[in-house]
């Protein structure tokens, strides 16, 4: 699996405002859009383009477009504060959803939305979440894609620990990842060290995710 890690001093200072535990939402999801401009900004570099003919306003020159902009999914409920800023570098990009929340007691990932469009040939993906921890969620969100046809998938990510890189390659599926770090190891709990803590509740708060009684 071809993996870039984007090291760059601007990337940092975003991802270290997302370190932080003072870190308060609302600077904690500025620093997540902004970092993530960065990183689809890596991620598209080798993107197809076609030239055509435009006018500036003194003379023909010619222009260039991405050929076949890619499908952007953001894996909520933490990639949705990804998506914005992906969608603006790519404005031409259609959206498909996939919710996944992880098990905290199996870390398997339970799947409550998956909204993507039936045939994926012939199509490139981008998948956006911040976190690659186990790398369950990924897997499976991949393995989505995967089944409708795509043979050309890039995970965008804000930290992935070694753990849930090894688990994405054994998975064999056609992917690059990009992501800002590669941190150290998980914890006890499945939490990536140093991380970020939980990505989702940063950005949104914690919740409930199931009604009463629901819950394994
Ligand atoms: O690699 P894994 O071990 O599967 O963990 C990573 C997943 O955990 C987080 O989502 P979470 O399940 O917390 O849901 P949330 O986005 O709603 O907080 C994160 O956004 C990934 O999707
Ligand atoms: O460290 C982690 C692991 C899983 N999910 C997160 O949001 N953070
Ligand atoms: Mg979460």
Redesign the pocket.
């Known amino acids: 699996m071809d993996v870039t890690v984007v090291d760059h001093p601007l990337a940092a200072a975003r991802l270290t405002a997302m370190r932080d535990v003072l870190t308060e939402p609302g600077t904690f999801r500025a620093a997540l859009r902004e970092l993530t401009t960065m990183l689809v900004y890596e991620a598209t570099r080798e993107l197809p383009v076609e030239r055509f003919d435009i006018n500036t306003p003194v003379s023909p020159t010619q222009g260039v477009r991405v050929a076949a902009p890619p499908l952007l999914v953001p ?5 949705l504060g990804m998506a914005d800023s992906a969608l603006g570098l790519l404005p031409e990009s259609s959206m498909g959803f996939v919710g ?3 098990d905290e007691k199996t ?1 398997e ?1 339970r799947a409550y939305l998956e909204s993507l469009p039936t045939d994926l040939t012939g199509r490139s993906v981008i998948v956006l ?10 897997t499976h969100c991949c393995q989505l894609i995967a089944d409708r046809g795509c043979t050309d998938m890039t995970v965008v990510c804000v930290l992935a620990a070694p753990e ?1 890189l090894a688990r994405l390659e054994a998975s064999g599926l056609p992917l690059r990842l990009v992501t800002a770090s590669i941190d150290e190891r998980l914890n006890d709990r ?1 939490f990536i060290v140093p991380g970020l803590g ?4 940063r950005q949104f708060g914690g919740m409930p ?1 199931f009604a009463a009684g629901t819950e394994s």
Request: glycine share 18%.
């Open positions: 894996v909520l409920r933490a990639g996944l929340a992880r870390f990932p979440d911040p976190m690659v921890a186990t790398g369950g969620s990924l849930g499945a939980d990505a989702g509740d995710r």
